[in-house]
């Protein structure tokens, strides 16, 4: 089992930039895919980003392609999203997610990613 704590969220006018960590714990994290997934009041919980366990390899939701980048840091057992040029639509809680296969793929499919964070709240002002 792996525990995830994400931090740095916020409150931003449109257009500004925002960088999200996510440190785990517990289970060897550098093993494992990492997933950021958000959340807006009333929706469903939609994919924002993956990245594999080596952090060679990222995908995107078509949303946030050439605005946010994922990177992780092994050493650290921490996961970031950078996130710029924000829009009020990105407003939703966003959770960071660890996936269930050892050295597994790239995935948006919710149900492959077994460990959640509390989630941080990001809100985009117009």
């Known amino acids: 089992q792996v525990q995830l704590v994400e931090s740095g969220g916020g409150l931003l006018q449109a257009g500004g930039s925002l960088t999200l960590s996510c440190v785990g714990s517990?289970?060897?994290?550098?093993?494992?895919?990492m997933a950021w997934f958000r959340q807006a009041p009333g929706k469903e919980r939609d994919f924002v980003s993956a990245i594999t366990w080596s952090g060679k390899s990222t995908a995107y939701a078509d949303s946030v392609k050439g605005r946010f980048t994922m990177s992780r840091d092994n050493a650290k057992n921490t996961v970031y999203l950078q996130m710029n040029s924000l829009k009020p639509g990105d407003t939703a809680v966003y959770y960071c997610a660890a996936g269930l296969r050892y050295h597994g793929g790239i995935t948006a499919n919710r149900a492959e990613y077994y460990s959640w964070g509390q989630g941080t709240q990001v809100t985009v002002s117009s």
């Open positions: 517990g289970r060897s994290f550098s093993n494992y895919p």
